[in-house]
């Protein structure tokens, strides 16, 4: 279990910019989940994949945010045109089957200026 | 839909007292239910979970909970903290029926010497 990958880190864009966000989940996790956390409050869902299939999406997620997870294992998370409200830690998390619970990733922290 | 609430945002207590962390939750489907702890610009890790069976859980770092339908909490216990127990902790529910964890907003332990 090598846990649950993020790449970048750290991103700071200037607003207007897209930026592009890579998961690794654990190997044998086919559920994975993005979520954005900001400060002071508890992370908020945004997506969920079951293998390569996106099955739920928050309504809160605009057209601007899209998600990919193409082969069933590392997904990508693509903000278009960012807004300085999109500042945020965004975490991935995957789990292996339905009752078991998330394991998550120390997210990337991206900073629109 | 479902919810979480912690009710306490902030929690300071001193070395080796005892502390519990609230949790309440509303659904009306049945639910598993989580405690998670977060560090400073890290991911989410999972300290304990109630699938069914035993009310009371035990986790790791000596944390335990008590699942109480009747009053749909899901407290967070620690008979003696340690100054390294300070963190964020989230409380989080999935019902038997989705694949979204709806979390918290989280409550600040702090463990003062």
């Known amino acids: 279990d090598t846990g649950v990958s993020q790449d970048p880190r750290h991103k700071i864009t200037k607003r207007g910019q897209n930026v592009t966000f890579r998961c690794d989940p654990i190997s044998e996790h086919n559920r994975l989940y993005w979520y954005r956390q900001t400060l002071g409050q508890g992370p908020e869902f945004l997506t969920y994949f079951q293998n390569e299939a996106q099955l739920e999406k928050s309504r809160l997620l605009s057209d601007r945010f899209s998600a990919e997870r193409p082969k069933g294992s590392f997904s990508t998370l693509e903000i278009q045109r960012t807004e300085q409200g999109d500042s945020a830690m965004y975490l991935c998390a995957s789990s292996v089957s339905a009752n078991s619970p998330l394991h998550f990733g120390n997210g990337t922290r991206l900073t629109v200026t | 839909a479902q919810s979480v609430t912690q009710l306490d945002s902030q929690v300071p207590v001193f070395e080796e007292a005892p502390v519990e962390l609230r949790c309440n939750y509303s659904?009306?489907?049945?639910?598993?239910l989580f405690w998670y702890v977060q560090y400073p610009n890290q991911g989410l890790q999972l300290l304990l979970k109630y699938l069914s069976g035993s009310t009371l859980v035990k986790g790791i770092n000596g944390f335990e909970a008590e699942f109480n339908k009747s009053q749909t909490s899901f407290h967070l216990r620690k008979p003696s903290v340690h100054i390294s127990d300070t963190a964020e902790y989230f409380c989080a529910v999935r019902t038997n029926t989705g694949n979204q964890f709806y979390f918290g907003t989280g409550t600040s332990l702090t463990v003062i010497p």
């Open positions: 659904s009306s489907v049945s639910v598993y």
